[in-house]
């Protein structure tokens, strides 16, 4: 039996945060690196191993401005609610106020970032709707773990990555300008790049204890 540094593992699953703040906007990735991010991610469980997911890696200047304009339209009214219901209540430096901040910074700046990488799938998620299988839910486990393990392995080379999803309320003009079917879903835009600084620590959640029901739902404080 194969046997990991659980240390190491368990550093790289619990340290794989969204960076925006930290992202280097200067260094670019090389096309290589994100080969090898991608190469990993087709590992990753699918459905009947249909291995629907693609990749469309956004590095040309022209586009990613494209996709930053369509991502602000979509974010301007987003955040101006979520200041709007935690403004009275909410400090700055709270969780939260700093996660606003750093939504704000990386608003501004996502043209910038050296790559943006929009996973996508065949299909969509109303193709399962009444049939036999898992449903949308049985669709979207199929995809998601090949982004996440994307993400994972940026982190293991010294990327940074976001996951984020705003732009998709414009995915048809996005869509048009990378020459993505209409058939075919947009998962999400993730940003990727170096980051700064040295490492990154695990965030703060609320203990496994406390989130794991034996045999039967049991309500908790949210």
């Known amino acids: 039996m194969t046997e990991f540094d659980l240390q190491q593992v368990d550093h790289l699953l619990t340290t794989t945060r969204a960076v925006r703040k930290r992202l280097n906007l200067e260094k670019p990735v090389p ?28 590095d040309d200047p022209e586009k ?3 996709i930053a304009e369509a991502y602000r339209e979509a974010y301007a009214p987003y955040i101006d609610q979520q200041k709007g219901a935690v403004a009275s209540k909410t400090p700055e430096n709270s969780t939260i106020g700093k996660i606003i ?12 970032v050296p790559i943006l990488a929009i996973p996508c799938s065949l299909g969509s998620p109303e193709d399962m709707e009444g049939g036999l299988g898992g449903g949308t ?25 976001a996951w984020t999803t705003l732009h998709l309320r414009y ?6 300008e990378l020459g993505i ?11 990727t790049a170096y980051y700064t600084g040295d490492d990154f620590r695990p965030g703060t959640r609320k203990p496994a204890e406390s989130v794991t029901y034996w045999n039967h739902w049991k309500d908790t404080e949210i």
């Open 171 to 176: 995915a048809s003009r996005v869509g048009e």
């Open 137 to 161: 839910q049985g669709w979207w486990g199929s995809v998601l773990p090949a982004v996440w393990s994307y993400m994972l392995a940026a982190r293991a080379r010294g990327l940074g990555t």
């Open 101 to 112: 901040s750093s939504s704000d910074y990386l608003a501004e700046i996502l043209e910038r």
């Open 64 to 66: 990613k401005e494209v």
């Open 31 to 58: 096309r290589e690196l994100i080969l090898d991010c991608v190469r990993v991610s087709t590992q990753a469980p699918a459905g009947g191993n249909y291995q629907k997911w693609r990749w469309v890696i956004v």
């Open 181 to 191: 079917p209409e058939s075919v879903t947009q998962l999400a835009c993730i940003p």
